[in-house]
């Protein structure tokens, strides 16, 4: 059973958001050693990036700000759903970009920040193995993302 009562903890509570904080006790609950956090900025309609472990230096540029639609963040924000790749290093899906595999990720999953129906960004973890996450690990991650979209629109608030 996934433990997410520490970051949904940290979510609740009444100081501003470190979202760096959240990944990595994101990555920690779920044993990855790489994840992606992108708020959509509605201005441009792009993901940016807010917080990342993991990822090399020189992948960096292409993961600061991402389309909708394009790479695994991409897609599973255009799609509104959770999307997962067991194998980077082997997928012909066409749902990660040429690029993800230079991070050495293999199993990996990616959720949108939705909260009633809007959109607010992407949640990314990788595991650097073949790896299919479950029903319920994609169910704790999906509860996740809700809490984030809920802390990110009280920071936005205030």
Same mark, same amino acid.
């Given at each position: ?52 472990? @993991?990822?090399?230096?020189?992948? #960096? ?5 991402? $389309? ?6 991409? *897609? !599973? +924000? ?38 009633? @129906?809007?959109?607010?960004?992407? #949640? ?5 193995? $073949? ?6 690990? *994609? !169910? +704790? ?18």
């Amino acid at each position: 059973m996934i433990q997410t009562t520490t970051i949904l903890t940290t979510l609740q509570g009444n100081s501003a958001p470190d979202w760096q904080t959240i990944l990595n006790q994101t990555l920690e609950t779920f044993d990855c050693t790489t994840g992606t956090l992108h708020f959509l900025e509605p201005s441009d309609g792009m993901l940016h990036l807010a917080a990342q472990v @993991g990822i090399p230096a020189f992948l #960096l540029p292409k993961m600061t700000t991402i $389309p909708i639609g394009k790479g695994m963040a991409g *897609i !599973a +924000a255009e799609r509104r759903q959770p999307v997962q790749v067991c194998n980077l290093q082997t997928d012909e899906s066409g749902v990660a970009r040429p690029s993800a595999k230079d991070t050495q990720m293999e199993g990996s999953l990616a959720s949108p920040l939705l909260l009633n @129906g809007e959109l607010y960004g992407t #949640l990314g973890i990788a595991k650097p193995v $073949p790896y299919e996450f479950s029903d319920e690990e *994609i !169910a +704790a991650l999906t509860e996740i993302s809700e809490a984030i979209c809920h802390k990110r629109i009280g920071s936005l608030t205030h």
